[in-house]
């Protein structure tokens, strides 16, 4: 069972950039992390996900070249660093877990679930 507790959310204006953590309460080194969003109104989407190492990232294509995922298996935490945010970013961010062996654009693949932190990009 992993715990996992996002901060860093916030309110910023387009262009400007936020830092998203994720802690796990245990090792995190044997999981698939991922961030998800979901906006009002709208479904939980991909966002990012790593897989053991940095040198194995997926990212969704609106985020592409503006966000960077990263871990700590040390630490056993994992950023969103979210740069030139747009208001289309603007979602409750999820940080997630997952047992398998690929970095996975489907949520139902995850097993574990932080609680989410509100990002909101004004224009």
């Known amino acids: 069972q992993v715990q996992l507790v996002e901060s860093g959310g916030g309110s910023v204006q387009a262009g400007g950039s936020l830092r998203l953590s994720c802690a796990a309460s245990?090792?995190?080194?044997?999981?698939?992390m991922g961030w998800f969003r979901q906006a009002p109104g709208k479904e939980r989407e991909f966002v990012a996900a790593?897989?053991?190492?940095?040198?194995?990232?997926n990212y969704a294509d609106p985020v592409k070249g503006r966000f960077t995922i990263s871990r700590d298996n040390a630490e056993n935490t994992v950023t969103l660093q979210m740069n030139s945010l747009k208001p289309e970013d603007t979602a409750i961010y999820y940080c997630?877990?997952?047992?398998?062996?690929?970095?996975?654009?489907?949520?139902?693949?995850?097993?574990?679930w932080g609680q989410g932190t509100q990002v909101t990009v004004s224009s």
């Open positions: 997630a877990a997952g047992d398998i062996a690929y970095m996975s654009p489907r949520s139902e693949r995850y097993d574990y």
């Open positions: 245990g090792p995190i080194s044997g999981y698939t």
């Open positions: 790593v897989r053991w190492s940095v040198s194995n990232i």
